[in-house]
């Protein structure tokens, strides 16, 4: 039992870590659809197909559904919607490099909300994975030298929402771990595509003027994003964590960048900067830290569903 249980641990973890494998590799491919199509309506295009597949895939399991599990799941696409909504316009009024860093605060304030709202202990050596981390991704996402430090003299209203998609994205890695310990994680999985969808449709005219061209690398981008990165993304983010805690979920996500940086090269080929390297090795590091030094005291037992 324990060595299936630890193999049960183990997949989700490597599971976690194709899903961000995917999302450091989409970058390229969704930069380049861009030129294409209005960045709100490339998120609602992509929630959209991507809940038609898991409404099709799901269906036995949605049938079953209770308004206990519906809240659960609304709950936390109320949360992906504003991740997706608050960083796309928060871009428009920073720079890149300050959205990527910023959007990663949510490395931190995931172990940050579980200690003040759920009374959670983290262990010392995920304390030290999470800071590890978090320099990490200040190195690997803002550039060095005037230009880079210089866009952290001012903050400005595009950083401000930028802050508020950290917060919501790290409150959708905490309640996708709190709803797949009370229910099944396939109608979790849908409800939260489905409910980012219904949300992000409407708000495409409000917040943007939309348009797009429907070019092969327009339509490549929606349906890679929407079959992978969206669809079978989030059902195994939502399989994984009922065997592992919403902290090491967001450090596992902080390697997005990391992927993303090496696809750069290997596709792009952008040059590796050595201030981008010290970073990425930094990452791994706190990840490394927090898997295998945590304290096991403070840490889930292998295996077992918690409730974060």
């Excluded at 992906?80 to 490395?107: C, D, H, I, M, N």
């Excluded at 979790?188 to 449709?201: D, H, K």
Aim: glycine letters at 6%; proline letters at 3%.
């Amino acid at each position: 039992m324990a060595v299936r249980h630890m193999s049960r641990t183990l997949k989700a973890h490597l599971s976690l870590i194709l899903v961000t494998f995917i999302w450091g590799a989409t970058f390229v491919q969704i930069k380049a659809a861009l030129s294409d199509i209005s960045p709100l309506l490339f998120n609602a295009l992509r929630m959209v197909v991507a809940t038609t597949v898991l409404l099709i895939l799901h269906l036995p399991h949605l049938r079953k559904m209770n308004a206990a599990t519906v809240w659960a799941g609304a709950r936390v696409g109320i949360f992906l919607w504003a991740g997706y909504e608050l960083q796309t316009t928060g871009l428009r009024l920073t720079s890149p490099s300050k959205s990527a860093f910023l959007t990663s605060v949510s490395v931190v304030l995931v172990p940050i909300f579980l200690v003040i709202f759920w009374r959670k202990a983290i262990g010392r050596w995920t304390v030290l994975g999470v800071l590890a981390a978090f320099v990490g991704l200040f190195l690997l996402t803002v550039p060095g030298g005037g230009a880079g430090w210089g866009d952290f003299k001012s903050v400005n209203f595009g950083d401000l929402l930028t802050l508020g998609c950290a917060v919501a994205f790290a409150f959708q890695i905490i309640f996708v771990g709190r709803a797949t310990q009370h229910h099944a994680f396939q109608p979790i999985a849908f409800l939260q595509i489905a409910t980012a969808a219904v949300l992000m449709v409407p708000s495409v005219p409000l917040l943007e003027h939309a348009h797009i061209v429907w070019s092969w690398r327009v339509i490549a981008a929606i349906l890679v994003t929407a079959l992978l990165s969206t669809a079978a993304a989030f059902t195994i983010q939502s399989w994984a964590q009922q065997f592992m805690p919403a902290t090491n979920v967001a450090l596992i996500f902080s390697l997005e960048p990391v992927f993303a940086w090496v696809i750069a090269y290997l596709v792009l080929r952008e040059s590796l900067q050595l201030r981008a390297a010290a970073g990425a090795v930094l990452i791994v590091a706190g990840l490394l830290l927090s898997e295998l030094l945590g304290n096991v005291k403070n840490r889930e037992t292998v295996g077992v569903k918690i409730a974060v």
